[in-house]
């Protein structure tokens, strides 16, 4: 059993690592370039909006799922956070294909950054979804309550 405070990198499953790959994705791409055009190129904090919003969000979801695996001695938060990081994700999913075919500003073409969030959100929703599916109970300590005297 893990004493309280500490984490154990054995309770990361591939979903986890997904995820956190999908939000690395993500964080990164919101300071590279998503559109070209005539006023030059564009990242995600010249055409912020809803769907960007959205994307922070499902990011910030699977960093939160990663850290409460890490971290929690039950699988109450974590399997919590998991049905949040794929609703998120579904819903970041859908922000990052219309960023992708809406393009803002008269701009003529997607770049990098763009391509780069449609992946992170991808990789959140897959993600989560393996890590939801994955039902090894031996990542956490068996529950031990105390045993009650007969009445």
Not at 39 to 44: P, Q, R, S
Not at 85 to 92: D, E, F, P, R, T
Not at 94 to 114: F, K, N
Not at 121 to 133: P, Y
Request: net charge neutral; aromatic share 6%.
């Amino acid at each position: 059993m893990t004493p309280a405070g500490h984490m154990s990198l054995r309770r990361i499953r591939v979903g986890e690592l997904l995820a956190l790959l999908g939000a690395a994705s993500i964080i990164v791409s919101l300071f590279e370039p998503w559109y070209e055009g005539l006023l030059g190129k564009l990242d995600a904090w010249d055409t912020f909006g809803a769907a960007v919003v959205l994307l922070i969000a499902a990011a910030c979801a699977a960093l939160a799922l990663v850290v409460s695996t890490l971290t929690e001695r039950s699988a109450a938060l974590p399997v919590s956070l998991t049905v949040w990081s794929v609703v998120l994700g579904l819903i970041a999913v859908i922000a990052a294909v219309v960023r992708v075919l809406e393009r803002p500003d008269h701009t003529t073409s997607l770049c990098s950054g763009a391509w780069l969030a449609l992946a992170g959100a991808v990789a959140i929703l897959v993600g989560s979804w393996q890590a939801l599916r994955d039902e090894r109970t031996t990542l956490y300590a068996p529950a031990t309550p105390e045993a009650r005297p007969r009445p």
